[in-house]
């Protein structure tokens, strides 16, 4: 998954606007909240599935379910931008449900992984929620200046991670199993990339989007913060599977 629907349009749009939507974050937040409820549905519903079905059942919806994941969020990310609202939201909270789906088999890998389970899920939560407190009078006391500069590292940092976690992808369709360092690194990386992302999303949005824009704030928020969960649970399954 990445939160890069639009990422360099809304840059553009930053440099050239002061706020343009000085309350579009609060007035996004109870539908990011909604988002991530439906998400937990949706990771239950998964999680059953493995129970009773099986593993490859799982496995031959899944694929269908991450397709659907990206044409939902490419549809509703285009309906919310044109302040579509009333066609935005229903397609918003079917895709949140669908990306819980999506994320059913990593959360069952944490359940399973020894130093992980409850716990580690936990921690992952409770990190997004104090990232979010803490990103938002970061992102949004930040100077024009060290704001652009931020966002700026931040997509050429997604990008470079993107291409590394390609790499990884075709070396797992080869058979090549990559070292358990690698993949400590990639999901560092990609936590410390995220919560940057948490800190842009604050300078960023309010200066893209509108009031009535609110259901593209929540889901570039919503993004955000269910990479940053699943980031923190690949880190911590890698370092407690290590050899």
């Known amino acids: 998954m990445s939160n890069t629907s639009n990422f360099r349009d809304a840059i ?5 606007n002061a706020l343009v939507g ?3 974050i609060s007035n996004a937040l109870p539908f ?3 988002g991530l409820v439906l998400t937990a ?3 239950w519903g998964g999680l059953e599935v493995i ?3 099986g593993l490859q059942t799982y496995s031959a919806t899944s694929l269908p379910a991450m397709i659907l994941f990206f044409v ?7 309906a919310a931008t044109k302040g579509n609202n009333d066609v935005a939201l ?4 079917t895709f949140s449900i669908v990306s819980g789906y999506t994320l059913s088999f990593l959360i069952e890998l944490a359940l399973k992984t020894p130093g992980v389970g409850e716990t580690g899920l936990a921690i992952a939560a409770l990190s997004c929620g104090i990232t979010f407190i803490a990103a938002r009078p970061i992102g949004a006391n930040l100077s024009d200046e060290d704001g652009f500069a931020l966002t700026k590292t931040f997509q050429l940092g997604l990008i470079a991670l993107l291409v590394v976690m390609f790499a990884q992808v075709i070396c797992m369709w080869f058979g090549i199993i990559t070292p358990s360092w690698m993949e400590i690194g990639i999901s560092g990386i990609g936590v410390l990339l995220f919560v940057g992302s948490a800190v842009v999303d604050f300078f960023v949005l309010p200066r893209t989007y509108e009031d009535e824009q609110y259901l593209s704030a929540a ?4 993004l955000t913060y269910v990479n940053l969960f699943v980031f923190i649970l690949r880190f911590l399954i890698a370092i407690n599977s290590r050899d």
């Not at 553009?12 to 050239?16: F, I, L, S, W």
């Not at 939902?72 to 285009?78: D, T």
Request: proline share 6%; aromatic share 10%.
């Open 12 to 16: 553009r749009e930053a440099k050239q």
């Open 22 to 24: 000085p309350n579009v």
């Open 32 to 34: 990011l909240g909604g």
């Open 41 to 43: 549905v949706g990771a």
């Open 51 to 53: 129970s009773d079905f």
């Open 72 to 78: 939902l969020a490419f549809i509703s990310q285009r």
């Open 90 to 93: 229903p397609l918003l909270a």
């Open 219 to 222: 889901l570039s928020m919503y």
